[in-house]
């Protein structure tokens, strides 16, 4: 089992409202990700990680943004949340050595 | 770009076999994952191939064609819990090994 968590995990805000989604992990990953995935589609990926103060973009273009000061901590900011930020942002990290994935529970976004 | 391709939905009955398929197009090929997504849930790990063949895990196995872009993966003896959403995803080299995902195929088990 991994230990990655999320937070808040269910949000409703209003357009314009600054909004962060939490992701921490205590299993030391070096690599850590975000997807968005809107029901029934696929994930994409928006933001990654290789370690402290490394952040790239994924293949989605996303109006968010990360940062990654500390290894267990790699939070999502979005500065003015929109109806079409309405989705599920996973939160997903991998061992130095391996190729699992493993994922938090999600963030559920609904911007109104 | 990558594009990878599953059914979209199946059904199956309980305690029966059923087989979720994926293909690929990949600029590459490093590996290939399956995932398995409840409802509302994170997906949770199922299976990793790297080579061709079939690796079974209990009631789960994956099979890997690495010449014909495939995979599928088998369930068996199909429990109602069984109900989700199956992903496909591909990594490929020089990509961070960031996997790829399809859109997954929602698997519906009736009694």
């Known amino acids: 089992e991994a230990d990655i968590y999320q937070t808040p995990r269910y949000l409703v805000i209003g357009t314009g409202k600054k909004i962060t989604l939490e992701c921490s992990q205590t299993m030391g990953h070096d690599k850590m990700y975000w997807y968005q995935q809107d029901p029934g589609m696929e994930l994409h990926l928006i933001h990654y990680?290789?370690?402290?103060?490394?952040?790239e973009k994924g293949d989605l273009s996303s109006e968010s943004t990360v940062s990654r000061i500390r290894t267990e901590h790699f939070p999502l900011t979005l500065e003015s949340a929109r109806p079409s930020h309405t989705s599920q942002y996973l939160c997903?990290?991998?061992?130095?050595?391996?190729?699992?994935?493993?994922f938090g529970e999600g963030s559920w976004l609904t911007v109104v | 770009g990558q594009n990878i391709d599953q059914p979209t939905e199946m059904t199956a009955t309980e305690g029966a076999i059923v087989q979720i398929n994926c293909t690929y197009q990949t600029s590459g090929f490093n590996g290939l994952f399956w995932y398995q997504q409840h409802a509302g849930e994170a997906p949770t790990f199922l299976s990793y191939?790297?080579?061709?063949g079939l690796e079974e895990k209990g009631r789960f196995s994956s099979f890997l064609s690495r010449s014909k872009g495939y995979s599928y993966l088998l369930l068996k003896e199909l429990q109602m819990k069984d109900s989700a959403s199956y992903l496909c995803a591909v990594t490929i080299p020089g990509g961070s090994y960031i996997p790829t995902f399809g859109r997954g195929t929602s698997l519906i088990v009736h009694p």
């Open positions: 997903a990290s991998r061992p130095n050595s391996g190729n699992t994935i493993y």
């Open positions: 191939n790297v080579l061709d």
């Open positions: 990680s290789y370690g402290v103060n490394s952040t």
